[in-house]
């Protein structure tokens, strides 16, 4: 039997474990992202752990996400990021330069290598044949320094793909199909591999749109094989000569295939409020108050052209908002000389920063109550800033034929040709907004910026005995890691701990961080409960940093997405599943419960919970392996990272 491409990626960087689906293994990163949402506190632990240097290939820090600055915490941000890069040996993609999946994909990703990066949307270089994952920032800083990623072997699901597109049909349809097919949950420990004959007609631009929303999906990455495709952009990008082939062997098996056949798909969107609530276009029907065109899934180049050449020579309707954010300071670049940037400008759109923006929810919130058509990834109840909008994710052709019209409109009914836009045989290169890292003896000098916003990032204790706690907060299903760590105009407090945690559940219950600290005070654990898919969506860590300052011992949850559950094994939280999830009933705000010998109880993976004040006892299960035990027991990695550093 032959392997799939992710096994062979796999194989060839295992460090630790056997290949076996569902076991654990640790491989070896080659490149690690990071962006300064997540990157700040990723060097702060990275500096704790006592790390000289660099040992990944290549690392890059990106500032992508705080770029609004209100206020001194971002830009004192910024000048800390640059000067760590400076300090370390790593590159720095300065504000201004892109979002960083675009500029990683234009600029450092090369097939067969593997990726770690600190935001969930990091897959996106699995366009061009990257082994590519999204994680917490500790895992990443670990990865700086040489250690192995540990991860679940994953199932492999094969996507085939044949025929190719229709007019006015993108490969962002394609990825809503498959959310459609796979839906948000249930696809932990898989990864997404694409292949057949309708690869061959899709560019590399548009490759990565599928993998980097694969993300929604929960499965640990999606890959392409490497082609003639690959080779064509990267000789674009002026880096033909690391191009590689790739492809599965013939013989290869998978767990799973998924048939998609292009010609039989239509415009598609996600209506509120999941990525994988979807529907046809042709069945939306309703005025539209704001449309927004970019982020790191649809703000390439071709994608950009496009929209300017639907739009040109009209004007926005009134009433409609259009904002468009190009992906990168390349695409930006591109789309002034060749004249698309002046035509949208003419048809009354905002251009805005290349960078994340909007996606986040740090700018362009909707008024109340409106339709937002977004060509980003997530559509979560309150992402876009504006609790009461109801956002729907299209392709940028739907998003564009939408804003021309004022309201939901299926481009195939516009009385226009399809406009075909070909991606250029070579791309704007100009990389001066890059810092490459500094030779040694000049790294020695460099002093460190810390403004007053920066603090050291907060060690957790050993795990005790036991945990005698309360159930602070009762969550439902698909709690999301913006339910849990609110981005937008909180994101400038992700290097104070402190101060963040004042806003843990801010979404769902004000005074949850009050309540929490109170009980941590009077020596009481907290415990949070929650149904299915706690802490989907964004690799933000503070989603569990956070709560681990404000005392919390243990999330008891019917299943935890990937990312979420290792940052909580990251930061001394115990994450727990319910044996029948009936008993998730049974459990309420201000529920008292005792787990006695919880450190004992951890060897053997079952754990009866000792409901107090009258309470029902209920079983608790763990899906852990050994070296996940021993971070939980040290109070996290942070801790047993620099145990271990001090044994060695």
Not at 32 to 41: E, P, V, Y
Not at 187 to 216: D, F, H, Q, W
Not at 227 to 242: C, H, I, P, S, V
Not at 399 to 428: C, K, Q, V, W
Request: charged letters at 20%.
């Amino acid at each position: 039997m032959g392997y799939t491409l992710t096994e062979k990626l796999l194989r060839d960087h295992l460090v630790e474990g056997s290949y076996e689906p569902g076991s654990e293994i640790g491989i070896r990163i080659d490149q690690t992202l990071t962006q300064d949402a997540t990157g700040t506190m990723a060097y702060l632990q990275f500096e704790s752990m006592g790390l000289s240097e660099i040992a990944a290939e290549l690392s890059v820090s990106y500032v992508d996400h705080n770029t609004i600055q209100v206020g001194f915490e971002n830009a004192d941000d910024h000048a800390y990021l640059e000067s760590i890069a400076k300090k370390y040996g790593i590159y720095f993609s300065r504000p201004g330069n892109g979002i960083c999946h675009q500029v990683h994909l234009e600029r450092f990703a090369r097939p067969g290598k593997t990726l770690l990066g600190s935001d969930s949307h990091t897959p996106t270089a699995g366009g061009v044949g990257s082994l590519a994952i999204g994680a917490g920032g500790l895992d990443v800083a670990v990865a700086m320094g040489g250690g192995a990623y540990y991860l679940s072997c994953p199932s492999v699901i094969n996507v085939h793909l044949t025929n190719a597109l229709n007019p006015w049909v993108t490969a962002k349809d394609v990825v809503l199909k498959v959310l459609q097919v796979l839906t948000t949950k249930g696809n932990v420990g898989c990864v997404l591999e694409y292949s057949g004959k309708g690869i061959k007609k899709l560019t590399a631009p548009e490759r990565a749109t599928i993998t980097n929303m694969g993300a929604e999906t929960g499965v640990t990455t999606s890959i392409f094989p490497s082609d003639m495709q690959t080779k064509r952009f990267l000789e674009a990008q002026g880096r033909g000569y690391q191009w590689l082939p790739m492809e599965p062997d013939r013989d290869a098996e998978y767990d799973r295939t998924i048939e998609i056949d292009m010609l039989e798909l239509e415009p598609l969107a996600s209506i509120p409020h999941s990525p994988g609530n979807i529907k046809p276009v042709n069945e939306l029907d309703m005025p539209v108050d704001q449309v927004m065109i970019g982020s790191c899934t649809n703000s390439s180049y071709v994608e950009m052209v496009t929209v300017a050449e639907i739009l040109k020579g009209k004007k926005l309707p009134a009433g409609v908002s259009l904002g468009i954010a190009p992906g990168s300071r390349q695409v930006l670049t591109m789309m002034a000389k060749s004249g698309a940037l002046s035509d949208l400008i003419s048809f009354g759109g905002r251009i805005l920063e290349s960078a994340c923006g909007f996606c986040i929810g740090n700018s362009m919130s909707p008024r109340t109550d409106s339709v937002s058509i977004r060509t980003s990834n997530r559509n979560f109840k309150g992402r876009s800033g504006t609790p009461s909008a109801n956002v729907y994710l299209t392709s940028s052709v739907v998003a564009a034929a939408s804003a021309m019209m004022g309201r939901f409109t299926d481009p195939r009914r516009l009385n226009m040709i399809y406009p075909t836009i070909e991606m250029p045989d070579h791309f704007e290169i100009d990389d001066s907004m890059i810092i490459p890292p500094l030779p040694l003896e000049e790294r020695l000098k460099v002093e460190i910026s810390r403004g007053p916003n920066i603090g050291e990032p907060p060690l957790n204790n050993p795990l005790p005995d036991e945990v005698r706690g309360i159930v602070t907060i009762k969550v439902g299903d698909y709690v999301t890691t913006d339910h849990i760590m609110p981005a937008g105009s909180r994101l400038k407090y992700r290097s104070n701990v402190p101060k963040y945690s004042e806003f843990v559940f801010e979404p769902l219950d004000k005074d949850f961080s009050n309540r929490a600290a109170e009980f941590k005070s009077k020596g009481v654990h907290n415990l949070i409960v929650a149904g299915l898919s706690y802490g989907q969506g964004s690799s933000r860590e503070h989603a569990a940093l956070c709560p681990m300052y404000l005392g919390v011992k243990a999330v008891i949850a019917k299943s935890i997405e990937r990312i979420h559950a290792a940052n909580l094994v990251n930061f001394g939280i115990v994450p727990f599943y319910f044996v029948r999830e009936e008993d998730y009933d049974s459990l309420e705000n201000g529920s008292e419960l005792l787990i006695p010998h919880i450190r004992d109880a951890l060897k053997s993976g079952d754990v009866q919970v000792r409901g107090l004040s009258g309470g029902k006892d209920i079983l608790l299960k763990t899906s852990l392996s050994q070296r996940q035990k021993d971070i939980l027991l040290a109070g996290g990695l942070l801790p047993y990272t620099v145990q271990e550093r001090k044994r060695k």
